[in-house]
């Protein structure tokens, strides 16, 4: 698509691009009569050679325009220039969730973004609205650092129109995040959305994905056919309940996933009350969700978590010590078997024990020196 910068687009005045995908590319533009910047959507031309296209658009960007809750980058207007079709939202310079990820999530903020997006897919699914492309990317945030869910719709015009995207390693939707389901062309529902937010959960806790893979193919495959790691393979201090809540979020049946998304939410509360995660929330300082993740960046675009060793030494511990008290002396290991901490060190016992014997020794050899005497 050729760049619109310095062009007019209806009554917005074009200022620069500020990025594209497989789906639609961004620009920054001025609103003269509100006086605001705004973000323009622009979806490729190609869309437009289908003839039908003209009505679903307009009906698809109604609905979207129509959708007011907090946690959705509302629609503010929308038109069609050409073959140019375009959705108009406000303009947030504050980044997405993917790049707050990068630089590290404390774990009660990863928990509070999560349950905001979550809320919103909910609302939407009530409105009987799928999103098809879940991911920290599609999530931008607000000067509050409040999570916005952004490309409602979008998925299912170019899906409507036979679009089938390859860029940037997106074929209707995108492969790290696609149900089993969507990944082999099959009828979706809510239920397909839940799986990706299952996938983004696990993201954002663990501080990377389920699955990774050189290729869009690959992941789809393993999606389709792969259980998940548990989370306690890179996270041994995640606690169970937490870990059963990913789990299910990620099961490959759709009638075994939670069935809506507020399921979801109410079995991550129920989940939130357990003190391992209250103890896991108040602890602020340590950016539990990042573990001091860094990341490679392939040519193919996806990101691969490096867990820095010596703050995943500190967590281990830290759970450790919080295992201790919790149960009274028992230590739990990562694979999950408990056994007792001895009551004192090793070395210690061994010294009490010698001198124990040497004692018992001497008084024999004072008792015989006394006889002999």
């Known amino acids: 698509m050729t760049d619109l910068s310095g062009q007019q687009l209806g009554t917005y005045a074009i200022s620069e691009k500020v990025g594209a995908g497989g789906m639609a590319t961004v620009y920054r533009a001025f609103h003269e009569a509100t006086q605001r910047d705004v973000a323009i959507k622009v979806l490729p031309e190609s869309l437009a050679d289908d003839e039908g296209f003209v009505a679903r658009f307009q009906r698809e960007a109604q609905t979207l325009a129509s959708l007011q809750h907090p946690h959705i980058l509302p629609v503010f207007d929308y038109g069609q220039q050409g073959k140019l079709a375009y959705l108009v939202m406000p303009y947030l310079p504050f980044g997405t969730l993917k790049a707050r990820m990068v630089r590290g999530l404390r774990f009660k903020d990863a928990l509070r973004l999560f349950t905001q997006v979550a809320s919103a897919v909910d609302y939407a699914h009530r409105k009987e609205l799928l999103h098809r492309d ?58 397909s959305d839940i799986y990706a937010l299952g996938v983004m ?134 694979s999950g078997a408990r056994r007792r901490i001895p009551a004192l060190p090793t070395l210690v016992v061994v010294l009490i024990v010698l001198y124990v014997m040497v004692c018992l020794v001497g008084g024999v050899y004072l008792v015989i020196q006394n006889i002999g005497g």
């Open 134 to 191: 879940i991911k920290p990317a599609n999530v931008l945030l607000d000067e509050s650092d409040n999570a916005l869910l952004a490309d409602f719709g979008l998925v299912k015009l170019a899906e409507d129109s036979g679009e089938h995207l390859t860029t940037s390693g997106v074929i209707l939707g995108t492969p790290a995040y696609m149900s089993p389901e969507q990944a082999q062309s099959g009828e979706i529902d809510q239920r």
């Open 201 to 334: 959960l696990y993201e954002m806790l663990v501080g990377k994905r389920p699955f990774e893979g050189d290729s869009a193919l690959s992941l789809m495959y393993r999606h389709v056919n792969e259980p998940p790691p548990s989370p306690r393979l890179t996270r041994p201090d995640l606690p169970a309940a937490l870990v059963a809540v990913m789990l299910q979020a990620l099961a490959k049946r759709p009638e075994q996933r939670y069935q809506t998304a507020g399921d979801l939410i109410a079995a991550l509360d129920t989940a939130l009350e357990s003190s391992t995660v209250i103890q896991m929330m108040s602890s602020s300082p340590q950016e539990i969700t990042a573990l001091g993740m860094q990341t490679a960046t392939l040519e193919s675009g996806p990101q691969t978590a490096i867990l820095d060793e010596d703050k995943q030494r500190q967590a281990l511990v830290g759970s450790a010590l919080a295992e201790v008290e919790r149960d009274g002396g028992s230590l739990s290991s990562a």
